[in-house]
């Protein structure tokens, strides 16, 4: 599911839906902190990345819960 949410928010990044894709990262966030006490995997870890990517482009600052 988490990992569906993250290719969801990247196919709205294509369309320059910055709002829907902090949306959808920020859940995948939440299940992958539901899924894996170690923060530090890939696929979480990938999703910062994706954040930090998103928030440049759209010059916001997304925060992290």
């Known amino acids: 599911m988490a990992n569906t949410l993250v290719i ?5 990044e ?9 949306e959808y990262y920020v859940m995948a966030e939440l299940t992958f902190k539901q899924l894996f006490e170690d923060s530090r995997t ?3 870890s990938y999703l ?12 916001d600052s997304f925060q992290f819960n």
């Open 8 to 12: 969801l928010g990247e196919v709205n």
């Open 48 to 59: 910062y990345y994706r954040l930090g990517i998103v928030g440049a482009k759209s010059k």
């Open 42 to 44: 890939d696929d979480i």
């Open 14 to 22: 294509k369309q320059y839906r910055y709002t829907e894709v902090n």
